[in-house]
């Protein structure tokens, strides 16, 4: 079998990848080592992560906020075991979305370990234990990653468990240790302090959130504390071990003294590293640095021909950004001259409040000298925040001082995943605060947050504030 062009791995980046190529004419493979098609992303990481925070989110309001809304219930409890079918049926159910693109879009599907004999041949070795070989006159390695652990914690998988088992548990535990203070471990924390587990997060860090702007994670720990969960940044961790069914956390404070933490289970969330591992790289002379695969500007490897996309390169693991690189490599191989900006890729953590940031951080900005200004506009003095009961969290805006172009955009609060995408408009068509201020947003709207905060950004003068 001779192919154009063969993707190894089927997750955002690779999936896109392989339908962009098909798109403009290439005769497409992709190969994927699972029974299904989807990576992690859609089978053990954002899908399936979204879904339990949606119907934690709803028992949630429904035990703490209906009674607000004039809605009485009684007898309310979590049915666990439906709420993972449910979870399970919507990964299900977007897999076979995958499966039929690359049927409609005539792409060859292989189910697989792909590793490389050269740079124009690649094996495939079958679940079931043969294997075969296919031609290809260029190769995209899309192959996402794994999660990470840090020295002195050995995932078991039972009890000392990654995203992926967290996903599973039969249970709703009692306590939870979560390490880390990142994305992945705010999400899943928050879905079972929802259901009732008592969540500790602990952050070597002196933040959560640590990549994002500062005054995103202070807000998110405020009112991630008013509903019970406890946070311990700073903090070391040292050994987890497993005592009958209990995990005992070892750690170390700022200070150096030692701190215990224990729970049913520990839940690592400490990031993911790239999964590069028997892809025969060494046959075609590509080497890893730390298992991250080098690429020029162009995304193509030392090796002509030979792309990296997504989690494997460098930069932020985000499916959004493995998506655009996809899109982004089939285009250069069909001798188009596409373009990513980078700056303009927004970060989103799907906590509620929901959590995004694009573009320049202020300490960024500071680090750089850059003059800048700042507006800011809190939920708490929008209408429709006060209509819905959502009136935690703020739109900041990161504007030149000189230029008032818009430098970075900075979300907490109701809806936000959805509201960064006008920040990246912004940020991609070089927008002053001064054009998004001057833009009429519909009232009454979570919206019109961004607007006020450009105003405050331009002359200071927010409307409702």
Request: a neutral charge; hydrophobic letters at 40%; proline letters at 4%.
């Amino acid at each position: 079998m001779k192919y154009d062009v063969t993707i190894i791995g089927s997750g955002p980046g690779g999936y896109v990848a392989a339908i962009r190529c098909a798109q403009l004419g290439m005769k497409t493979a992709i190969i994927e080592r699972y029974p299904t098609l989807g990576g992690t992303c859609l089978n053990v990481g954002c899908i399936p992560s979204k879904a339990l925070l949606d119907s934690s989110e709803h028992f949630h309001l429904a035990k703490h906020s209906f009674d607000l809304h004039g809605i009485n219930i009684s007898g309310l409890k979590v049915d666990f075991t439906q709420m993972i079918k449910r979870k399970n049926d919507v990964v299900s159910q977007t897999c076979e979305g995958v499966k039929y693109l690359m049927k409609k879009n005539k792409i060859d599907v292989h189910h697989g370990h792909g590793s490389f004999i050269n740079a124009k041949k690649i094996e495939i070795s079958l679940p079931d234990g043969p294997k075969k070989t296919i031609e290809s006159e260029k190769t995209i390695i899309a192959t996402g990653s794994k999660p990470s652990s840090i020295p002195g914690v050995d995932i078991d998988k039972e009890r000392i468990i990654t995203s992926t088992e967290a996903l599973t548990l039969n249970e709703i535990p009692k306590e939870m240790v979560v390490i880390g203070g990142g994305v992945i471990g705010l999400e899943l924390g928050q879905v079972y302090a929802r259901l009732g587990t008592k969540v500790r997060v602990v952050e070597y860090f002196d933040s959560i959130l640590p990549t994002m702007d500062r005054s995103l994670g202070k807000e998110l720990q405020r009112v991630l504390k008013k509903m019970g969960m406890e946070f311990f940044l700073s903090h070391k961790v040292k050994s987890a071990t497993v005592e009958k069914k209990k995990v005992i956390i070892a750690a170390e404070n700022k200070k150096g003294e030692g701190v215990t933490f224990e729970g049913d289970y520990c839940l690592v969330a400490v990031g993911r590293r790239p999964y590069t591992e028997n892809l025969g790289l060494e046959n075609i002379g590509i080497q890893t640095a730390n298992g991250v695969v080098p690429v020029n500007s162009h995304l193509e490897t030392s090796v002509p021909g030979i792309y990296a996309i997504g989690d494997v390169i460098r930069g932020a693991m985000l499916a959004h950004k493995a998506e655009e690189e996809g899109v982004f490599a089939a285009e250069t191989m069909a001798g188009q001259k596409p373009h990513i900006n980078y700056l303009a890729i927004p970060g989103v953590v799907y906590t509620w409040p929901e959590v995004a940031g694009v573009g320049h951080t202020e300490d960024a900005l500071k680090a750089d000298g850059r003059a800048y200004k700042v507006g800011s506009f809190p939920f708490k003095a929008l209408g429709r925040a006060r209509a819905a009961n959502e009136t935690d969290g703020f739109v900041k805006i990161l504007a030149d001082k000189q230029t008032d172009e818009i430098l970075g955009v900075h979300m907490i609060g109701a809806r936000i995943a959805d509201l960064i995408a006008e920040a990246v408009v912004a940020l991609e068509y070089r927008a002053s605060a001064e054009d998004i201020a001057r833009i009429s947003h519909a009232h009454p709207t979570f919206t019109e947050a961004i607007k006020e905060a450009c105003l405050a950004a331009t002359e200071n003068r927010p409307i409702h504030m």
